[in-house]
């Protein structure tokens, strides 16, 4: 293992890339996909399962760990990654972007934002530097630099007077941030779904500096036509040997476009979630579990899958399960999910390193369009 | 393993017996806990980390399964082993006393009962006949007669009449089970707390012929010391050749003071159940996780237990996670307390072994005693 952050593309294929992220907490294969473990748990997961599914490494969210908690209280217990008992890298978020969704009573200055929490009412304070503290005392690998993200639907002046406001609180992140060696800052390019900002954005992070770049302001409700319209010109703004990270995104036809226009890591939350409401995703498309035509199906939800779900149960079981609100529902169902999306990067590392990622694609669109296996 | 059904003594200490049940899918250490998998799971596990407590066994709920999914749809699909991805013994109650602190609108006759389903008010109907053959649907192992527990409280001619009725019904019970060598079917022993109604009870049972017998209505709520004092004499009324397993216990020194007593196998959902609502079952007796005493403790649970919750987390994460309403919270707790209760089993049978009862039943009482660790 590196003793430092250090990113290398081994392959190419069109824009898309495969390499990988040196850290001194193990390596991250790129393309990546982050699953997101919010308030220290990847929700239904044990942390040795989510590492089974294949991930390098998992995403937790400034906001809810600072409510909740708390960050001092996670640094004197020796950081987030003992805490939660997940010894690999972690990425976590600058808080921006859940304080502008869940938060109230909000206040945006130049200086940072006040809010009232969700949990309890009690009033915070985020800024790039107490984001920058916090994130240090989680002890994160992979620090974002606080942005802010701006409510939609906002006018193009609207968006490129917060992302101006955003590129200076990024050098007001890279400054707190300061020297760290082992630990990444990645700075977020905001500027909605305008190229020029969006260029005039990507200019000023590069300007300041960072170990890696996000993609912000994307999946935001703008429509997967409008994000890839984006990312067929916003990747290309940022620098070739630096991780390019899209956050939020997403579904996997969202992952396979985004990949394919050069995007090296995401995160979502989809596959946890679904997994929770009964919602599996297959390479045959997306599955209702609840439907009552499973609730005879001998069948495994995926035939060829090697996940506990697909390898254990039928779909009668997993059926039952979920209408019997069985926590192992949501345990068996978000473990399928999660390993579905990491099969899909394995896929897709795979497809690049061969320069095949074309023939990857029209077959991954193949068996979607194939739709989930007939009724019994 | 045996083609056949079995149980032999290898040794004992006092009333209480160490042993084995060979079955053909398995051997069952005894004195046994069976874990409780009403719906056809243990709640908050998977079936492989239920096997990795140590259990032999599993119990479930024919009055839960018949009504959802349906015994018979449990048949289609292979049987609840395969259904519930358990290969090793399932024993099934006969529905009896769940129907009666469950279901609505009984109406009890010498035939059986009729009642409301609690799930979605649908009429069933439940006799010696019925409840075997949906055990015989479910492919239960160890197969439970039906019988009839009399709602507390209750006069002595009450119970008497009760129990005359189980005793009918456990003959019919005998009939209908047929020959089904490599399944066992177990008598149940009614009467109360008087123990004239014990013997008489006894008695009819072992003039029937069981594979094994259970002692019945206790853990209603009759508190620890009356149960005592009937299992200070009920377990000798019983065949010493046969299982002897005592229904619905319990806390951990109920089961001490069942196994010393020559009791060999015992069920009860508390230690899943408590794992759901923040409780903890350790040798120092019970924790609950979520006094704010824990949210900044760094230690273990048990520094002495080797189950997951305690080798990878703080009582601060437990803690958290637990008022986050996290998954985890379920997972990790129930995980240690079958865990514990599994190695409380293991001690009892080990200590019976070796003749030296007294001398853990001394060391456990005075463990408990100390109480759980102190506040930093």
Request: charged fraction near 20%.
């Amino acid at each position: 293992m590196s003793d430092r952050f250090q990113f290398s593309v081994s392959a190419t294929d069109g824009h898309a890339r495969t390499g990988v992220i040196q850290t001194p907490r193990g390596e991250i294969r790129t393309p990546a996909f982050m699953p997101v473990g919010t308030a220290a748990t990847v929700k239904a997961m044990l942390p040795e399962s989510v590492r089974a599914t294949g991930a390098d490494i998992l995403l937790g969210n400034t906001y809810h760990l600072m409510l909740r908690p708390g960050a001092e209280r996670i640094a004197r217990l020796g950081g987030l990654h003992k805490f939660m008992n997940w010894q690999r890298p972690i990425l976590t978020d600058s808080g921006g972007f859940q304080v502008m969704s869940l938060s109230s009573l909000r206040k945006l200055t130049e200086d940072g934002v006040t809010f009232a929490s969700h949990v309890d009412g009690s009033r915070h304070f985020l800024s790039p530097e107490t984001s920058m503290q916090i994130q240090r005392d989680l002890g994160s690998d992979i620090v974002m630099a606080f942005d802010e993200c701006p409510a939609l639907p906002a006018t193009e002046d609207e968006v490129a007077k917060s992302m101006r406001m955003s590129m200076r609180w990024a050098q007001r992140s890279r400054d707190a941030f300061g020297d760290r060696p082992g630990h990444a800052l990645f700075g977020i390019m905001q500027g909605g779904v305008t190229r020029d900002l969006r260029e005039e954005s990507a200019e000023a992070l590069k300007g300041i500096g960072f170990d890696g770049y996000a993609i912000g302001g994307l999946a935001v409700g703008e429509g997967q036509e409008a994000m890839f319209s984006v990312l067929d010109y916003a990747p290309g703004f940022l620098p070739e040997d630096k991780p390019r990270y899209l956050m939020g995104v997403g579904k996997p036809d969202d992952i396979v476009g985004a990949v394919v226009r050069g995007v090296d890591m995401m995160d979502c939350v989809l596959p946890s979630r679904s997994g929770r409401t009964g919602q599996a995703w297959t390479r045959r498309g997306q599955v209702n579990i609840k439907n009552a035509r499973h609730a005879d199906d001998p069948r495994p939800l995926d035939a060829d899958c090697t996940c506990p779900a697909c390898t254990g149960y039928s779909r009668a079981y997993l059926h039952h399960v979920f209408r019997a609100q069985e926590m192992i529902s949501g345990m068996l169902l978000t473990w399928h999910n999660l390993h579905y999306f990491q099969e899909l990067m394995v896929g897709l590392r795979e497809a690049i390193a061969a320069g095949q990622l074309a023939g990857f694609v029209t077959q991954f669109e193949a068996q979607r369009a194939q739709g989930d296996i007939d009724p019994l």
